[in-house]
């Protein structure tokens, strides 16, 4: 299994076709006015599976440089075509304490841990951007 996108967001929606919208995407940090604060931790992922039949998953999300263990999803996929990858919502909710590093890893079928994306966690204003023209 191979992961193609990770991407941190707000909230994530799911179109009557199928389609996601990802709402509120993050960079490569998420700033907070004040810590510790509870945050909706949402990622969307594109997974390719490598070969057909059921794997095993687990995603976590970790503070290394505190030893704090902020999430973990665990589940099951079926790849049923090799052709077609596999797109993949999952939140949960978190208490961010202080400022630091997450480290958002993954493992299949029992393996081990794979570092996929560090964030950056920040106390600081959250700044607004002008709009784009459309």
Known sequence: MRIHNL????????????KFILIGVYT????????PA???????????????GKSNFAFRGRMP?????????????NAVDLNQWTPMA???PVLIGQPGKVAIEV??????WELLRTMNIA???????PRPPL
Do not use: H, M
């Open 123 to 129: 106390r600081g204003p959250v700044p607004s951007l």
């Open 90 to 92: 999952f939140g949960a």
């Open 107 to 112: 493992k299949f079928d029992g393996g081990e």
């Open 7 to 18: 991407t941190v967001c707000d909230n994530i929606r799911v179109e009557d076709n199928g």
């Open 38 to 52: 509870q945050f909706n931790f949402n990622i969307w992922v594109l997974l390719e599976a490598e070969q057909l």
């Open 65 to 77: 440089d505190f030893d704090v263990d902020l999430f973990e999803i665990t589940g099951e996929i």
């Open 28 to 35: 490569n940090a998420i700033l907070f006015p004040q810590l």
